[in-house]
């Protein structure tokens, strides 16, 4: 039986409680925003797998993920922020009152900050699960190279992440074992990484071969490889094996909204922003260079800040310059264009003739164009009359008489 | 419909994914299965094999540290 979902409203939504989720949390609590974060299970997301974490700026001592994670949501909550651990079972982006559900709930929110993050594809062999990250299975060289110091390293895969993250590796391991699932010769990195491994003395491969199984008792012993075309097992010895054979990013809700680049990242601009208005995307769900704690908090702090001046600039436009007491003038110019600079005197004119009963915006574009385009002006400049909060002329070929006349 | 509470305070993983696994055989459709954890592993694979059943999952931070992940069984 259906129950009634209840409805709260929010200045912004987040969804995802990782890195960046909480860094945006952060700024957006900080900048006064009713704010809700949503995750579906551990504060903290993909860092909380760590057991170390040794190049997140301001921690020497190298802590646990989850020890940085858990502060950074103590100082989210000290900002107000509410937290949520529930699923989110669909979401609808378009509009100006954009709508998260989950089971029980329905909020209602001015904007929505999309902070999903991804997770490793796995090879699915045999007892992988349970060697998965601190147990001998891992998916980061950035993190993990240095504590493979003079170790043997076994590597999944042959794209451009698993060679070039191999020959990371190959700086600090003695010995670098490659699976390969083609032919001899054959990878799917660049050419120029593949002449470099394959010339490489401590990089070994084995070609035609796919994980069957992992085995080891509390940590990882042994990758068994199996080679596809004779069905023979290899058993390779090993310290650690990582994986690189692709990630997934948590896009699924978004797909039908959302443009998705071809591996199924969000594409989002400089401030973050997603192509639907009020919709920002950050951390290891977008289509970026480098995943770690240290990039998705910036694109928090980013998103946060970009949210709160959405916010803001939106209440502009709502309430001042899409009035609703009086007739409108809205003159849209770019401040740098000596003509439309000269028209602001007969702006002017036209405001004084009309003694009080006209509400006259000046909207110089030179620095943001965000308000112009919301009017969806074709060119600049351009005069709008709104009559009752509604625009009802747009015009382009600017005079006096004419915009006295549609007033 | 029942709530069974569920207490798995102070055990580790993997304690209280089994035991939720096995009280939830023991429920009737609509019935909420609520365990209380304290370890945080227990939050990355309870919510997570609950969700994977096709359960509705919720889960409330009771304090510091201290969590009931509340299932609603559905089928």
């Given at each position: 039986m259906a129950r009634e979902k209840v409805v709260e409203h929010y200045d912004v939504v987040i969804i995802g409680g990782g890195p960046a989720g909480l860094s945006a949390a952060i700024y957006a609590g900080r900048a006064r925003l009713k704010t809700l974060l949503l995750e579906k299970s551990l504060i903290g997301g993909l860092a909380t797998y760590t057991n170390e974490i040794a190049n997140y700026p301001g921690f020497p001592d190298a802590p646990k993920g989850e020890a940085i994670t858990n502060l950074m949501k103590e100082q989210a909550k000290n900002m107000g922020v509410d937290f949520k651990l529930t699923a989110v079972s669909s979401v609808t982006l378009e509009g100006e009152e954009k709508i998260v559900e989950t089971f029980r709930n329905k909020y209602i929110s001015k904007v929505i900050i999309i902070a999903t993050g991804g997770r490793s594809r796995t090879t699915g062999a045999e007892r992988e699960e349970e060697f998965l990250f601190d147990?001998?299975?891992?998916?980061?060289?950035?993190?993990?190279?240095?504590?493979?110091?003079?170790?043997?390293?076994?590597?999944?895969?042959?794209?451009?992440?698993?060679?070039?993250?191999?020959?990371?590796?190959?700086?600090?391991?003695?010995?670098?074992?490659?699976?390969?699932?083609?032919?001899?010769?054959?990878?799917?990195?660049?050419?120029?990484?593949?002449?470099?491994?394959?010339?490489?003395?401590?990089?070994?491969?084995?070609?035609?071969?796919?994980?069957?199984?992992?085995?080891?008792?509390?940590?990882?012993?042994?990758?068994?490889?199996?080679?596809?075309?004779?069905?023979?097992?290899?058993?390779?010895?090993?310290?650690?094996?990582?994986?690189?054979?692709?990630?997934?990013?948590?896009?699924?809700?978004?797909e039908t909204q959302l443009p998705l680049t071809k591996h199924k990242y969000i594409t989002v601009n400089e401030k973050k922003e997603t192509?639907?208005?009020?919709?920002?995307?950050?951390?290891?769900?977008?289509?970026?260079?480098?995943?770690?704690?240290?990039?998705?908090?910036?694109?928090?702090?980013?998103?946060?800040?970009?949210?709160?001046?959405?916010?803001?600039?939106?209440?502009?436009?709502?309430?001042?310059?899409?009035?609703?007491?009086?007739?409108?003038?809205?003159?849209?110019?770019?401040?740098?264009?000596?003509e439309s600079r000269n028209f602001l005197t007969e702006i002017e004119a036209i405001e004084k003739s009309n003694c009080g009963s006209l509400v006259v915006n000046r909207i110089d574009t030179y620095k943001s164009n965000g308000l112009a385009l919301k009017l969806g002006l074709e060119k600049l400049p351009a005069a709008v009359i709104t009559k009752e909060g509604k625009i009802t002329e747009k015009i382009y070929d600017l005079s006096t008489a004419l915009i006295s006349s549609k007033l | 419909m029942k709530e069974v509470m569920l207490d798995c305070y102070g055990e580790a993983c993997p304690i209280p994914l089994v035991k939720a696994q096995n009280s939830i055989k023991e429920l009737e459709v609509g019935d909420m299965l609520i365990v209380q954890i304290d370890h945080s592993c227990a939050m990355k694979n309870v919510p997570e094999w609950a969700r994977k059943e096709g359960y509705n999952v919720e889960v409330e931070e009771v304090d510091d540290g201290e969590w009931e992940v509340i299932i609603e069984k559905t089928k």
């Open positions: 147990k001998g299975i891992s998916f980061c060289a950035t993190c993990d190279a240095a504590a493979n110091t003079d170790k043997h390293v076994v590597v999944i895969g042959s794209g451009d992440a698993a060679i070039e993250e191999g020959m990371f590796l190959a700086k600090f391991a003695r010995q670098i074992t490659v699976s390969v699932m083609h032919d001899e010769g054959i990878m799917d990195c660049n050419e120029i990484a593949k002449q470099a491994a394959l010339a490489h003395p401590k990089m070994k491969f084995v070609w035609n071969s796919v994980v069957k199984r992992f085995e080891g008792d509390d940590y990882l012993k042994t990758v068994v490889l199996k080679n596809i075309k004779t069905g023979e097992e290899i058993p390779v010895d090993c310290d650690n094996c990582f994986e690189f054979i692709g990630y997934l990013p948590n896009s699924e809700l978004f192509g639907i208005e009020g919709v920002f995307a950050i951390g290891d769900v977008t289509d970026k260079w480098l995943k770690q704690i240290a990039t998705a908090v910036g694109d928090g702090a980013i998103a946060g800040t970009a949210a709160e001046r959405y916010i803001a600039e939106k209440e502009i436009f709502d309430e001042k310059i899409m009035q609703k007491e009086k007739t409108g003038l809205i003159y849209v110019y770019n401040a740098i264009d000596p | -």
